[in-house]
């Protein structure tokens, strides 16, 4: 993305993650998530999955599950854009819906109870080591192997599984190399934490093995995914901006080297939203309240 | 010098309701003094009895998680602004 590069000398790759099937990154983990249930013999024919997913882990399972002829329910909460339930129901999910203001911790709460309930199987992508093992056999490899080098690597933290499967395998590889995390400010307003020790760390996430956290408002989030489009020609969506400011915001610190962004879907999902109509202030305005990392 | 820390919902009983608060510093650490002199309480909320962040607290100086800078040794510039936020599960799932 030379366009977007603040200095000749910074190389600033974008990793086009739409290509993917079902159009975003979530189906590799999906895929060695669901490998790994079948070795394990926790999926009989016709097994009932259940998964907490905020759109796409859960468009990629409804995809797979059909395939393989389980059935699948997700719970999403209820903010998420029109696009992504349509995109659920295309593929067969059961849509459950959690209370939005919760974010994802609401639809984990939901889901663990549910599953525990009715007896699904639940995937758990915070917690299934599958999940960043998928990263670790195809991202990382796929990214070293076209950038060929990396000096700084840039993704959303939602689950930590893209973080930590790239990051370890860059790092095996690279040591000097950078894992930086954008992160939404999510906690800032979501309700029914009664404290702070109600906090959530994934499990999966070690916050140790990461070099870096950008805080990324809505505000530049929508910049940034404006930028991706009008200056590149890059149709992504709106974690993609967020991306991009967090990478910039490194990049431009480098004299030279290489920052390869983990652009994870594109834009298509997000249509709805109207983040590309108006004014920056009017789409955050329209965005507000709405998840859409 | 007097910098603006932005206070998360689950925070704002210990600091009068209120969303964004003034403290004085130039230091991440001294920031939290003054919340401390301000809002008595509130440093233990933050801090562990080892003087290190909780862990389920996100500090953010220049939206930069001071994890990743020098923890509360962090410089807090007279412009800056130190955003709190409880860790809770991400979104893009």
Known sequence: MPRLSPKPGVRLLGKLEWYNPTGSVKDRPARWMLDAAERDGLLEPGARILEPSSGNTGIALARLSRLRGYDFTVVIPDNVSDERKALLRAYGATIVESPGELGSNGAIEVAREKAEREGHVLLFQYANPANPISHYETTGPEILSGA?????????????????????????????VKIVAAEPPSGESVMGLRSLEDGYHPPIFDPDAIDGKVLVGTE???????????EEGLFAGLSSGAILHAGLRWAERMDEGTVVLLLCDGGWKYLSTGAWEGTVDEAVARLSGTSFW | MSVNVRIPTVLRPRFAGKAVVEAEGTTLSEVMDGLEHNYPGSRAELVDENGEIKRFVNVFVGDEDVRYLDGLDTPVPADGEVVILPAVAGGSV
């Open chain 1, 148 to 176: 060929g080098s990396v000096d700084v690597f840039v993704a959303g933290l939602g689950t930590g599984g893209t973080l930590m499967g790239v990051g370890r395998y860059l790092k095996e590889r690279l040591p000097d």
């Open chain 1, 220 to 230: 530049a989030s929508v910049r940034g995914t404006r930028r991706l489009m009008d």
